[in-house]
């Protein structure tokens, strides 16, 4: 095969799947991984894809945090999944005194339950309002 067919081909491959290796790219193409390495010259130097959506992402994009890159997400994939591990760790609730819905904490969840307490209010000026009211009602005597 010619080298320029074969420099074709390799590009090609790793523009469609990024995710192989150069040892599979070579076996398909009927060359050694070596030679596909030499060929791709650099064309996946400094870059990954993106676990989620495939697409190539280097440590020095914008918004691209050393976290993310080895973990292998681009940037708008890294923010939906630094949202669905904040939703997976919190658990919702609806306050007694105003209605409002709020989250809590996983872990503020549990020491309050270990503790035989509960969540009822979202912020400590409903629960005194909420502690006045059932004060007042204690105190008439219902």
């Known amino acids: 095969m010619p080298n ?5 081909s390799a590009t090609r491959i790793l523009q469609v799947n ?3 290796s150069y040892a599979e790219i070579g076996r398909l193409l009927g060359v050694s991984r070596e030679r596909i390495r030499q060929v791709a010259n650099g064309h996946r130097r400094n870059s990954r894809s993106c676990n989620v959506c495939g697409k190539q992402i280097r440590l020095l ?3 691209v945090t050393q976290t993310a890159y080895y973990q292998r997400y681009c940037y708008d994939c890294w ?3 630094k949202e669905r591990r904040r939703k997976a760790h919190r658990q919702d609730f609806t ?3 105003c209605g409002a819905h709020f989250s809590r904490k ?3 969840v549990r020491r309050q339950e270990e503790l035989g307490l509960k969540i ?5 000026h409903c629960q005194g309002k909420w502690l006045a009211a059932y004060r007042r009602h204690a105190q008439a005597g219902c």
């Open 95 to 97: 306050c007694e005194w």
């Open 120 to 124: 009822r209010w979202c912020s400590k």
């Open 4 to 8: 320029t067919l074969i420099k074709d």
């Open 106 to 108: 996983a872990g503020t």
């Open 61 to 63: 994009d914008d918004g």
């Open 79 to 81: 923010l939906a999944e």
């Open 18 to 20: 990024p995710l192989l």
